[in-house]
């Protein structure tokens, strides 16, 4: 079945880069998405990339992809009070259903 | 542009009463989805909608959850009745096309 894992917590001081760290089961997974969540707010799509890339970039996001470990991760380069949020990690087949892992709490500390 | 809009944001509730959500979906959004999210947990699918149809209701508990999407743009998720174990965040999220589905801010449901 469909399994995502993330790290429960992850804490950072302001400036540093943050990794957060996902592993999921599904090895026909297309979709690859980076969401976050701020305290009482809805989930914001950060950035997704396709089953067939390594590695996707977009300002201070690196999304990297290890296909053969079913293994992405997300890189917050100059990492700044406002990043502190919930990440999620989710995977999709189709596209259309999309299973989250448990969320990692970044924390940064200033 | 107005994003995914969801009412109300808290509801207390007693056991064995009924609720509905409300959502509305970006303007144009013929993809809609039902997401419950419980605490210190990702959001879990429950329901998807192609416009009036849904296309994916597997794991909507059907004995007590229900769903409409009339004329293929808002959307109602009703529970009758309430138990306990239902206290969560309801979740409604629109996508026009494959991968890119924005979420409202959800409905906080406690049920006492």
């Known amino acids: 079945g469909e399994d995502v894992e993330q790290s429960l917590f992850l804490s950072v001081r302001e400036g540093d880069s943050s990794v957060i760290n996902c592993t999921y089961t599904?090895?026909?997974?297309?979709?690859l998405y980076w969401y976050k969540q701020e305290p009482g707010a809805g989930l914001q799509l950060l950035t997704y990339?396709?089953?067939?890339?390594d590695m996707k970039q977009d300002q201070r996001l690196t999304v990297l992809l290890n296909k053969k470990d079913k293994h992405l991760s997300l890189r917050i380069a100059d990492t700044q009070t406002g990043d502190s949020a919930i990440y999620f990690c989710?995977?999709?087949?189709?596209?259309?259903?999309?299973?989250f892992g448990a969320g990692t709490i970044l924390r940064v500390k200033s | 542009e107005a994003g995914v809009v969801q009412s109300p944001r808290y509801k207390i509730i007693e056991k064995k009463q009924p609720v509905a959500f409300w959502c509305n979906p970006i303007?144009?959004?013929?993809?809609l989805y039902w997401y419950l999210q419980n605490l210190g947990q990702g959001p879990e699918l429950l329901i998807r909608?192609?416009?009036?149809?849904?296309?994916?209701d597997s794991q909507l508990p059907k004995d007590r959850f229900s769903a409409e999407r009339l004329k293929g743009v808002d959307s109602t998720l009703k529970i009758q009745p309430a138990e306990l174990g239902d206290s969560a965040v309801y979740l409604c999220?629109?996508?026009?096309?494959?991968?890119?589905?924005?979420f409202g801010q959800g409905t906080r449901l406690t049920v006492v």
């Open positions: 999220a629109s996508s026009t096309h494959r991968g890119e589905a924005f």
């Open positions: 599904d090895s026909s997974s297309t979709y």
């Open positions: 990339i396709f089953s067939n890339m």
């Open positions: 989710a995977e999709s087949m189709d596209g259309n259903k999309l299973v």
């Open positions: 303007s144009g959004h013929n993809t």
């Open positions: 909608y192609e416009n009036e149809e849904a296309v994916d």
